[in-house]
């Protein structure tokens, strides 16, 4: 009668991190589509508030690649080793799919022209997923090591161009250099350090079989040892990331510069900058207030809210340009990847308060339909369920 509370919790605690994280998500891609076009992470032409709305939302990707390898763990329960395994590969290959085929031209790009495909989240946590299909018939060490070894290994890697590979370059840029593949594609998320990110968040995922407080020591410890690993090693400037920091004429631009870790591949530095926290917010989330209740329910069906708020943000983008430009057909293009993920007309963009209301009635227009969804999916267990 104890017992079924805490494996309640537990599993609750996931999905509160997992929807909290989503919701962040949202902002970045609300600027993406609607903010005034300008890049948030250069120091030079940047402000305070464009570069830490954009910093907040770094946390997403690394913190959502491990919380699906801690969730692949919890579904060990109930699923056999074998089971559990074709899920993850099956699964993997729909999202490497929906990304590049289905997602891209009805969600993101709003085209079917296919004139550019880029290779981003949904397509690295695919291909992470079926290489942990294969990882958890590892002993749990053996993943640990492997995990850690492509998170905090692959920037010695960093020296190594894909032109040195020859004909074989595109591989290269697959696993570790993001870049172009032909004119049509482009790699935004190189595996290497996500697929060692779901393997850690394998590994995570086996504390939720201790106790209660020794659960939340080592979720608080291990939080806080990366979070301060992250602050020794920036400060150190050494490895860990290939962007060094620099003093800056002002202590604001400073801090910016030493929080602006490599994200395309994820550095070192990123990686133990956003996992760290990461680790203490799931902590904290185990005593969660009744008022974040929606963002739990996001968190049990993150596709659905990724793929229903892409498509509501996009809307609105279409929207803005037919009443503030008088036509729509640059909301439909995007050829080259200074164009992407549309076209954005001279004189584009809301300024970062329109950003912010936008990101607040995004989230709130599609709660209602996560709510739904979330219903469906515990009142009912077909199998098409578990891949949306």
Avoid at 65 to 80: F, I, N, P
Avoid at 120 to 125: A, T
Avoid at 279 to 291: D, F, G, M, Q, V
Wanted: hydrophobic content about 55%.
């Amino acid at each position: 009668m104890t017992a079924a509370p805490a494996a309640r919790a537990r599993i609750e605690a996931v999905d509160l991190t997992r929807g909290i994280i989503m919701i962040v998500m949202a902002l970045d891609h609300v600027r993406d589509y609607l903010a005034v076009p300008a890049n948030p992470t250069d120091l030079v032409t940047t402000t305070p508030a464009l570069f830490f709305t954009r910093w907040i939302t770094h946390f997403c990707a690394p913190v959502f690649c491990l919380l699906t390898g801690v969730g692949a763990r919890l579904s060990l329960g109930r699923k056999t080793r074998g089971e559990l395994a074709r899920f993850l590969w099956t699964r993997g290959l729909w999202l490497i799919v929906l990304d590049t085929v289905i997602a891209r031209c009805l969600v993101y790009q709003f085209n079917v022209d296919f004139q550019l495909t880029v290779l981003d989240v949904l397509w690295s946590l695919g291909w992470s997923m079926i290489a942990l299909s294969a990882l958890i018939y590892l002993p749990p060490a053996a993943i640990a090591v492997f995990g850690v070894a492509l998170a905090a290994g692959h920037d010695l890697l960093d020296g190594v161009r894909p032109a040195s590979f020859g004909v074989l370059a595109p591989i290269w840029n697959i696993l570790h250099a993001p870049g172009p593949l032909g004119s049509r594609w482009f790699v935004a998320y190189p595996l290497i350090p996500w697929i060692g990110v779901m393997a850690l968040g394998w590994c995570i995922g086996g504390i939720y079989s201790w106790t209660v407080e020794r659960r939340r020591r080592a979720l608080l410890w291990l939080g806080l040892g990366l979070t301060g690993a992250f602050v020794v090693l920036r400060a150190v400037n050494g490895y860990g990331d290939p962007a060094p920091w620099a003093p800056r004429p002002t202590l604001a631009v400073t801090a910016m510069s030493f929080l602006n870790a490599t994200k395309y591949p994820p550095s070192l530095a990123f990686l133990l900058m956003t996992l760290g926290p990461a680790l203490i917010l799931l902590r904290a989330a185990e005593t969660p207030a009744r008022w974040l209740e929606p963002a739990r329910i996001i968190g049990r069906v993150p596709l659905f809210y990724y793929l229903v708020h892409f498509a509501a943000i996009h809307a609105i983008a279409v929207a803005v340009s037919a009443l503030s430009f008088g036509t729509v057909r640059k909301m439909f293009e995007s050829p080259t990847i200074d164009r992407y993920p549309v076209t954005f007309p001279p004189g584009w963009g809301f300024s970062l308060p329109g950003v912010y209301a936008a990101w607040i009635g995004v989230v709130i227009a599609v709660y209602p339909l996560c709510r739904w969804y979330a219903a469906v999916k515990q009142r009912r267990r077909d199998w098409w369920l578990g891949y949306l």
